[in-house]
């Protein structure tokens, strides 16, 4: 069953085409008598191609509605000229009507609005009740336009509501490309804060080798141990440097964090103790001084 329903939505113009047949008998039909002769429709010679036409409508209104709505105007004129009255087959044009304000080009519902407005009063001038006086001709005409008017505005409304839900549509495929813009942005902020990241690191512990290096040359020759110390010290800080440089080049390439990856905080002034104490263990003079309380220090400046 969902196969078949599939199907029908892939090939509208089959379903079309289905009920264009069954409005076709059902106005052959109407037109003869149990006996087959024509009843008050006129000739079947003029009927039938007529009714046959406004079937053919019915089929091709999705492929071509704007032609599909002349020619069933065309088939509405003729059908006053050959004085053929209201057949079955003229309920295609009510569906040519919905299916123009629904899916047509605006010209096309505007002139198939018109039309509906005309179509009724026009009968009835052309085929007025004989039995009813001008108030109840122009009655039936009103009522006769509603079905005409209904169509046309079941149609448009389709119409406004699938602009409707297009401009939704459009509005969150935009609102889409602009969280990946901002995704983007953060990103590259990311990176470019990593990358800062990476240069104080670099300066924070090449310092810190640089001071241990010239530490250890100071000693070498009266304080082998701390000299070694000094030694141990640059090796240290050249490993933990190296694994810290590897862990952010590494969110530079992939821009992601490494799950259950090693951290370790960005030096800053709290550290300057252990970068003292670290050249002192060495054998270098160093004196630090604190005057003043100390306040906190803005990140960029640590």
């Known amino acids: 069953m969902q196969r078949l329903y599939d199907f029908l939505r892939r090939h509208p113009t089959w379903v079309d085409s289905f009920w264009a047949v069954v409005l076709f008998g059902i106005t052959g039909v109407s037109i003869s008598s149990v006996n087959g002769a024509p009843d008050q429709h006129g000739s079947l010679a003029e009927a039938v191609p007529i009714s046959f036409v406004l079937s053919l409508v ?34 295609a044009m009510l569906v040519i009507i919905y299916t123009v304000a629904a899916d047509g080009a605006r010209w096309a519902s505007r002139f198939a609005l018109v039309g509906g407005l005309f179509a009724a ?21 009103v009522f006769q336009t509603v079905p005409f008017v209904l169509a046309w505005v079941l149609g448009d409304s389709i119409r406004t509501r699938r602009a409707y839900l297009a401009q939704l549509e459009e509005r969150a495929a935009r609102l889409e490309r602009e969280r990946e813009a901002q995704s983007k942005v953060a990103v590259a ?17 090449v310092s810190v080798m640089v001071v241990q290096a010239d530490g250890a040359a100071y000693v070498l020759d009266t304080a082998p141990d701390q000299a070694k110390k000094a030694l141990e010290t640059i090796s240290s800080t050249g490993r933990q440097a190296l694994a810290e440089m590897r862990r952010l080049l590494g969110v530079l390439r992939t821009g992601e964090h490494q799950e259950g990856g090693e951290y370790v905080p960005q030096p800053d002034v709290e550290q300057l103790d252990d970068l003292i104490e670290q050249c002192r263990s060495s054998g270098l003079p160093v004196d630090f001084k604190v005057e003043g309380t100390p306040g906190r220090c ?5």
């Open 298 to 302: 803005p990140a960029v400046w640590s």
């Open 189 to 205: 902020a990311e990176r470019a804060r990593i990358a800062r990241e990476l240069h104080d690191v670099v300066a924070h512990n």
């Open 58 to 91: 019915v089929a091709l209104r999705r492929r071509m509605p704007e032609k599909m709505l002349v020619l069933a105007a065309a088939m509405g004129l003729l059908q006053l000229i050959l004085d053929v009255q209201v057949l079955a087959a003229d309920f």
């Open 121 to 141: 009063p026009v009968s009835q001038l052309r085929w007025p009740e004989l039995h009813s006086s001008t108030a109840g001709n122009v009655l039936i005409a």
